[in-house]
């Protein structure tokens, strides 16, 4: 796993990297997209949050036939909603435990997940880079296969903590 780990370690920065910009241009710009009551539905399931949250994964990963443009917008935009929802809870009246509880629990997942398809979708930019700067060895297949089963892994277990643990810790705030 170490050897896997570094082999994609620049995938995984540059999906770290748009992420956290995207997040910090969340914060930075709440004011642009005005603060509305959130519409409340049912609690959705942990197959719904599940099929909704790898759909979402996957069509990141697809972007890697883009050479990473689309990742990387995907990626900045997805790390903006988070920053921005955040700072529109604390604007409505919720606390700062309240969003935390809102977000960390599933998010610890979620967002890893969501990284790991980022980076898939620059794999194959890094894979043409490695083969011109002479790389022989090239793990594009096999790489992006224990991408996938992270990402399911991932996701799986972000949908069954949102769909349970994340409503049950509201209720005791």
Excluded: W
Excluded at 55 to 64: E, G, H, K, M, N
Excluded at 133 to 157: A, E, N, P, R
């Amino acid at each position: 796993m170490q050897i896997f780990l570094k082999r994609n370690s620049r995938v995984i920065v540059a999906a770290c990297s748009c992420y956290a910009v995207g997040l910090l241009l969340g914060i930075i710009f709440s004011n642009v997209l005005p603060v509305d009551k959130p519409v409340t539905s049912e609690n959705p399931t942990i197959m719904e949050f599940f099929i909704h949250n790898l759909v979402a994964d996957l069509l990141i990963s697809f972007t890697i036939f883009t050479f990473g443009i689309f990742t990387m917008v995907l990626l900045v935009m997805n790390g903006f909603l988070v920053g921005l929802s955040a700072v529109h809870s604390l604007e409505l009246g919720n606390s700062m435990p309240y969003v935390l509880v809102a977000l960390l629990p599933h998010g610890v997942f979620e967002i890893p997940s969501m990284i790991v398809a980022g980076a898939i979708g620059f794999k194959l930019l890094d894979t043409v880079m490695m083969k011109l700067k002479g790389k022989s060895k090239i793990y594009l297949i096999q790489d992006i296969s224990i991408f996938l089963v992270m990402i399911v892994c991932f996701t799986l277990i972000a949908a069954v903590i949102e769909a349970t643990v994340t409503p049950f810790l509201l209720t005791l705030l």
